[in-house]
């Protein structure tokens, strides 16, 4: 397998045809993945924002506060407002805002961005993230897409690469009912496929100006396995998310 950066990829403004941009800088292969940042789906989207575009109502205000005090830096209201109006859950409010996107995401500030937005002051997710990796499919010659974003995850340092939305592949693969070598049957391990390639792909894209948000996937193979299609967690089974709600963060402890 090996993965390769798209070269020349220029800086996409709203209304751009990122498929078209895509194919015509690459010569792609059916079995290709082909990885593209959020950022760049979220510029062709239009997803820019500014920060008058969310006067702040009583609860943004509340939190914004509450984090200026925790942190001594000031909190703008408005942003803690785009953050409130692009969730569907705070699953934590401090000492920073962890949220569920509309999609079912859960990050920290809904994923909103403040970096490489040159023009306004917030560059917020795609809408629907499958739904930009399968318009971006419909345009180029590789069959499968994934829609990428970095975060954090819990209990590790650092950010990576993580898969917002994809097409024409399954999300997971599912190693269940499959034996170890030593002939036991494997009853919980499923694969999150579209997570490790856009970890992977995100070593390639880089952080900061590198300017290279697509990578393409070359040679990998699905093997003979089955697929999952269920990839965040239902709140009945995330029982950190559970945890967390009955969780009180204390500055003086923590």
Known sequence: MELFAVPDVPEIRAGDDLARIIAERVDLRPDDVVCVASTVVSKAEGRFADLDDFPAGPRARELAARL???????????????????????????????TETRFGHVGVNAGIDRSNVPDHDLLLLPKRPSESAERIRAGIDADRVIVSDTSGRPFRHGQRGVALGWAGMAPSRDWRGE???????LGVTVESVVDEL?????????????GT?????????????GESHAHYRDIEGDFVRQALRGWTYDPDTN
């Open 213 to 225: 948000p697509v990578v393409v996937v070359r040679g990998f193979e699905w093997g003979d396995h």
């Open 198 to 210: 856009a970890a992977a792909a995100n070593l390639v894209q880089g952080e900061g100006d590198d």
């Open 179 to 185: 034996t170890d070598r030593d002939g036991r049957e």
């Open 68 to 98: 200026s005090e925790l942190t001594d830096e000031e909190k703008d209201p408005r942003f803690a407002q785009a953050v409130l109006e692009e969730s569907v859950d705070l699953v934590m409010t401090e000492p920073f805002l962890l």
